[in-house]
């Protein structure tokens, strides 16, 4: 574990000091997370844990919100604009109503027409796409279940327009080009560990996907569905989670998986061989981060758990850096922290939540606590990192449990 000794440091200084001529002065630096607005939700929900995402558009904000309810009543799509009130909204039948009916939503110009589109996957058994402003559908392709992890728009293929990539919950791949005609399709056990991912791992100079089973299989994907490589890790209980990176310097770039029984696993992008794995007694194990938090050159993958105790982890090898307790109350999930900008400054920041309400900036160097936004209303996923405003820092989006969105900006 680093630690980190100044008290030698500052002794040197003030005697420095005292020799000089000059006097020490600490500087400090603070932070108050402020919120910009919260939405009301439409009605009375519970459970929601799929993640808004958000854009400004010529100077409009749209936020995207997927409402999915544990009583299986109330599903919609919900488009909000800079100030938290709604745009428009698309119902989900009530029969079709799950806690699962709608994915994490994608923004992006999926067709290249110029104008962006909200991308989903649903609980119609369907994957599609609206106009961002209007809500008309684009676009409305068959699965072979219900949606559950983000669509993915990106250029896999080197056409000149980008494809569409998805996994639903029972496994079904597939790839559609800008015109929605499905270009491959492919059937596995299970896909619902979150997210898929696509860059190019194994450094051939082509991109691929990775996807991950919740029985432990983890599998790359060729950007034609070919089968790159496929890695078994039955051995572990219940693979959930999967965030990937640059962890260790080499071509190859590397997945981290989390497991419910508290275990983090490395692979290699190249071959799929663990490259190392350690044991928590954490159950519930989440990850969504990986990146040099502290800018010492080495990456960082930062983990939490049902204890509400964040780690961070040194992405090379596994070895803990740091541990920061969120809350000691008895949680039901442990959402992921995510790492990004939202201060405006040359470091990044850590910004945690935790299911008893409480938002976080964390500082990835040291694991301190610099400042908190709290509601007791409870938090069941990732904050997303989006700009929302003319300003160059991102703003922090969350979604609650019982469907409300907070945008919050650090200040």
């Given at each position: 574990m680093r630690v980190r000794t100044v008290a030698g440091v500052l002794l040197v200084v003030l005697v420095l000091g005292s020799v000089f001529g000059y006097s020490l002065v600490r500087e400090e630096s603070t932070r108050t997370l402020t919120a910009e607005w919260v939405s009301t939700p439409p009605w009375s929900l519970e459970s929601n844990h799929h993640s808004p995402t958000g854009v400004t558009?010529?100077?409009?904000?749209?936020?995207?919100?997927?409402?999915?309810?544990?009583?299986?009543?109330?599903?919609?799509?919900?488009?909000?604009?800079?100030?938290?009130?709604?745009?428009?909204?698309v119902d989900l039948p009530e029969s079709e109503c799950t806690v699962h009916s709608i994915s994490d939503p994608t923004i992006a110009d999926y067709d290249r027409d110029g104008r962006r589109e909200i991308v989903a996957a649903t609980s119609l058994k369907t994957l599609v796409a609206y106009d961002l402003r209007t809500g008309e559908k684009e676009l409305e392709h068959r699965l072979t279940s219900l949606g559950y992890s983000q669509p993915i728009v990106t250029n896999v293929t080197g056409a000149p327009a980008p494809e569409t990539l998805v996994a639903d919950l029972l496994g079904g791949v597939f790839a559609l080009d800008a015109n929605g005609t499905e270009l491959w399709t492919r059937k596995f056990p299970d896909a619902r560990v979150r997210q898929p991912a696509v860059a190019d791992f194994d450094a051939d100079g082509a991109p691929e996907l990775v996807i991950g089973q919740i029985k432990g299989r983890v599998v790359l994907l060729e950007n034609d569905g070919r089968t790159a490589w496929r890695t078994d890790l039955s051995d572990v209980t219940s693979v959930k989670w999967m965030t990937t990176g640059q962890a260790d310097g080499d071509a190859p770039r590397e997945m981290v998986l989390t497991t419910f029984s508290g275990t983090v696993i490395a692979l290699d992008g190249a071959n799929g061989a663990v490259q190392w794995r350690r044991d928590f007694d954490a159950t519930g194990a989440?990850?969504?981060?990986?990146?040099?938090?502290?800018?010492?050159?080495?990456?960082?993958?930062?983990?939490?758990?049902r204890d509400g105790v964040v780690r961070s982890l040194d992405a090379g090898n596994g070895t803990v850096e740091w541990t920061t307790t969120l809350t000691t109350e008895e949680s039901v999930v442990g959402p992921p922290p995510t790492l990004g900008d939202v201060d405006g400054d040359p470091a990044s920041e850590l910004v945690a939540v935790s299911n008893a309400g409480v938002v976080s900036i964390v500082d990835p160097e040291t694991g301190e606590m610099q400042s908190t936004y709290e509601r007791e209303v409870p938090i069941n996923t990732y904050p997303r990192l989006k700009n929302l405003d003319a300003d160059p820092e991102d703003e922090i989006v969350v979604i609650y449990d019982d469907g409300s969105v907070a945008v919050l900006s650090a200040t």
């Open positions: 558009v010529d100077g409009e904000t749209f936020v995207a919100v997927p409402l999915n309810s544990r009583q299986a009543e109330h599903c919609r799509l919900r488009v909000l604009d800079g100030n938290g009130s709604e745009r428009w909204h989440t990850v969504h981060s990986l990146g040099d938090g502290d800018g010492d050159g080495q990456a960082e993958v930062y983990v939490a758990a």
